[in-house]
């Protein structure tokens, strides 16, 4: 079983979505800065509920060494030289919950609707399903609901609602979604390349695919999707 900092990804990964250059990385202290400047361009309602707040230089700097300890994954989506997105798996840290992981995206405003956080929760289910996860978990309040209907797109479905369960800079509480998606409720969300597991397969000139075997054709191809 491998952990979430060990995949089988050639990175950087460079895909065009809707004549949009979208640069596919894994986050490192080369990200800091960058990271803070997306964190800090962000609306107050995205930054809410994150569970760490991105906008801080020590945080940043602890979830790196998060990254690199293989405690989680995290995929920074980079435009140019700024990042515009990012996706971030965590698996379950007691025994029973090991095959457990929690998905988390957040997109730049100007970048929502180019399908790049699909992208993302790609590149990091595909990873969480590398490290042996079986069970993938979303929580999100009821108002993000750019981010429910994606990821009720995917496939993944309501398990719970908690009432009151997150509470906001202003004292105010919210109700708090769970998504899910089992991977054994989904036998054929499968590469129709090389048969791995995924999320939703990516189209690329009518065949569907996993993000690896989409890097390789695209690379033959040598044009964007």
């Known amino acids: 079983m491998t952990t ?6 050639r990175f950087p990964l460079q895909v065009t979505l809707h004549n949009t250059a979208i ?14 400047d997306f964190a800090r361009d962000l609306p107050e309602q995205d ?18 060494r998060d990254v690199a300890d293989g405690r989680l994954a995290t995929i920074a989506a980079w435009r ?51 490290a042996g996860a079986t069970k993938l978990v979303a ?9 429910l209907s994606l990821f009720r797109h995917l496939g ?5 609602v908690l009432r009151d369960h997150a509470l906001d800079a202003n004292g105010l509480t919210h109700d708090l979604i769970v998504l899910s ?6 036998p054929d969300n499968r590469c129709g390349s090389c048969g791995v597991a995924v999320l939703a397969p990516l189209l690329l000139e009518g065949d569907r695919l996993c993000s690896h075997c989409y890097e390789s054709r695209y690379e033959e191809l040598g044009s964007g999707d």
């Open 156 to 160: 993944f479905e309501q398990e719970a």
């Open 181 to 186: 998606f089992h991977t054994r409720q989904h």
């Open 4 to 9: 979430l900092a060990e995949n089988s990804h």
């Open 80 to 130: 140019d030289n700024g990042i515009v997105g990012y996706a971030t798996t965590a698996r379950g840290n007691v025994r029973w919950s090991r095959h457990v992981a929690d998905l988390r995206v957040v997109v730049a405003e100007g970048y929502r609707g180019l399908g790049l956080g699909r992208w993302l929760l790609e590149l990091v289910f595909e990873m969480a399903l590398e």
């Open 23 to 36: 640069v596919f990385r894994p986050l490192t202290s080369a990200c800091r800065g960058a990271m803070l």
């Open 47 to 64: 930054l809410l509920f994150l569970d760490r707040d991105i906008a801080q230089p020590a945080v940043v700097d602890q979830w790196v």
């Open 139 to 147: 929580r999100m309040t009821p108002d993000q609901t750019g981010a």
